[in-house]
């Protein structure tokens, strides 16, 4: 008796800049065979680090979980319990500059305060408490936070309702003025150019740290929309690499 | 082997209850099947085997998932994945080991070498598949630059 089963196909993308992509959430390439966490602490995605198997993202405390949408393939964040993703913990002590990236589809969110729709992390040991996007006044900004509780939110650009985009957001804290560029691309392409964030250099992550998708642990706040994808990068993406990849997982 | 025969009865009425007139075992040529049990004609006859077929089209991502099948019926996988037949259609740039999963739990490597287009095989003793659990085949956790178009068939027999 011979068993055939459908053929494996590989990943027809490969996002630009691979060797600084330290942390990719693809929720097409999620672990679980029936697509979403069985149970608490369970691999619910792979953790893609440069290109290598870094772990998985788990879900780890009690409460309503993401739920699987069929297509495009995406986690729905339900804004409570455990709905979000724990990424392994990486070390990116002293990281100047970082870009983010999310594929999501904001139908059913409201944009509520300081709630991030692709990657946060309280930073862990390295004297970072706080770094990712946001949103505040209904806007999608960048929040950054040290160890002093020097806070701030900057950036700003407002999201479609109800639709699918990527959002991003590149900072780089590296020099004596910390600036930084949001992005939503659509069909057509918004940008905001933010300000000066504040006084740099500074760093932008912990030497361990695990980032969460959807969620900012402090004071559990919770993204409400589906993510299909989330990448970290440990450096400046160009308008032109976002838009690719836009382009590319939309 | 014992003779198959009848057990002392006339067929005078043209019936004959095979499962009380006869004894013993009736060979394949006399159209048995050589044996008293399932596992023995499945045997006897060439049938017993249970192989799992699949490919992997292009360049496996890293630790991706390449083939998941859940078991409806009871079937072992060999000690050193006797009989299982993996080729690569492009060799591996460095040495690339997939992983062969229990119900999540490595049973058995196929490691391709460098340059390397047909995979070392691997597992320390047979492993049996209850219905219900579940056979996954990994990719290495680090992409293989060049390794790629990979046909498997895992073999397999029935219970």
């Not at chain 1, 672990?31 to 772990?55: F, H, I, K």
């Not at chain 1, 495009?72 to 100047?96: I, K």
């Not at chain 1, 003025?177 to 069909?187: D, E, K, L, M, R």
Request: with cysteine.
């Amino acid at each position: 008796m011979l068993v055939v089963l459908p053929d494996y196909r590989a990943p027809s993308y490969t996002p630009p800049d691979s060797a600084n992509l330290r942390l990719w959430y693809d929720a097409s390439q999620n672990e679980n065979s029936s697509n979403q966490p069985a149970s608490n602490g369970q691999a619910v995605a792979r953790a893609l680090n440069r290109g290598t198997l870094g772990g998985y993202f788990t879900q780890t405390d009690s409460g309503k979980r993401a739920s699987h949408v069929a297509s495009p393939p995406s986690l729905d964040f339900p804004a409570s319990g455990n709905g979000f993703l724990t990424s392994p913990t990486l070390a990116l002590s002293s990281q100047g500059v970082m870009s983010f990236v999310g594929i999501i589809d904001t139908t059913g969110s409201s944009f509520t305060d300081y709630t991030p729709p692709v990657l946060f992390s309280r930073g862990g040991s390295g004297g970072i408490n706080a770094t990712g996007l946001s949103f505040n006044g209904g806007k999608l900004g960048f929040t950054w936070n040290d160890a002093s509780e020097t806070w701030s939110w900057t950036g700003g650009v407002t999201l479609p309702s109800n639709a699918r985009c990527a959002v991003a957001g590149v900072v780089d804290a590296s020099g004596a003025t910390a600036t930084g560029t949001i992005y939503c691309v659509t069909s057509a392409l918004v940008t905001t150019s933010a300000s000066m964030i504040f006084p740099g250099p500074q760093p932008l992550s912990g030497s361990s740290t695990t980032w969460d998708v959807g969620h900012d642990p402090f004071q559990d706040r919770h993204y409400r929309g589906a993510i299909s994808h989330a990448l970290l990068y440990t450096s400046l993406l160009s308008q032109a690499q976002i838009e690719e990849i836009a382009a590319a997982l939309l | 082997m014992g003779k198959t025969q009848l057990t002392g009865r006339n067929i005078a009425d043209d019936s004959l209850d095979i499962n009380q007139e006869t004894s013993g075992v009736l060979a394949i040529a006399q159209g048995g099947t050589g044996a008293n049990n399932a596992a023995g004609a499945r045997s006897n006859l060439g049938v017993q085997g249970y192989d799992v077929a699949f490919r992997v089209v292009g360049k496996p991502a890293a630790g991706a998932v390449v083939a998941e099948f859940i078991a409806p019926r009871a079937f072992t996988i060999a000690s050193a994945l006797s009989g299982t037949q993996i080729k690569a259609g492009t060799a591996a740039a460095a040495s690339a080991a997939f992983s062969l999963r229990k119900n999540g739990t490595e049973f058995g490597t196929a490691t391709f070498a460098a340059a390397g287009t047909v995979p070392t095989l691997a597992a320390a003793s047979q492993t049996s598949f209850a219905a219900g659990d579940v056979l996954r085949v990994v990719a290495p956790a680090t992409a293989d630059a060049t390794l790629a178009d990979i046909v498997f068939t895992v073999v397999g027999v029935l219970a």
